[in-house]
């Protein structure tokens, strides 16, 4: 999940990536190499209003809603979850599983995540929205 987050515009085109919105940060706070993984543990803020953009991940991630609610959004544009404060959340790699988290509330989201990706890998990649009336 988690992931990654753009602003909330009308349409976004399905030939264009759309990166995280405005406010959105993450701050890794630890690292690891384990065999042919990368573990990474990273912490996330989406203020009220914003998402992670539309994304995949090269690896599973595994996180915990620490505060908010965030609610997670699938390739065919439907709700697949609704995460609130100690909710845990999974988010399955591989290209085929593009997603986006957004936070639909006034509260600021913050997560705790873990990345477990093949070494090398990017925490994520951004991907064009799949045709969905929202970003």
């Known amino acids: 999940m988690l992931a990654a987050v753009t602003g909330l515009s009308l349409l976004g ?10 406010g959105v ?8 190499t384990v065999g042919d993984h990368d573990l990474v543990f990273r912490e996330i803020h989406l203020p009220a209003g914003q998402s992670t953009g539309w994304h995949t991940h090269d ?12 609610s997670h959004f699938e390739s065919d544009c439907e709700p697949d979850g ?21 936070n639909l509330g006034g509260t600021e ?3 705790d995540v873990l ?9 994520s990649e951004d991907a064009p ?3 969905c009336p929202f970003q």
Do not use: D, M
């Not at 940060?25 to 690891?32: F, P, V």
């Not at 990345?115 to 925490?123: F, M, S």
């Open 13 to 22: 085109g399905p030939a264009e990536a759309t990166p995280p919105g405005p």
């Open 25 to 32: 940060t993450g701050k890794i706070l630890w690292q690891r």
């Open 59 to 70: 690896g599973n991630l595994y996180a915990v809603v620490r505060k908010g609610t965030l």
């Open 82 to 102: 609704v995460y609130r404060t100690g909710s845990f959340v999974f988010e399955p790699g591989g290209a085929t599983h593009v997603h986006i988290g957004r």
């Open 109 to 111: 989201v913050i997560l």
């Open 115 to 123: 990345y477990v990706l093949p070494h090398g890998a990017p925490l």
């Open 129 to 131: 929205n799949p045709g």
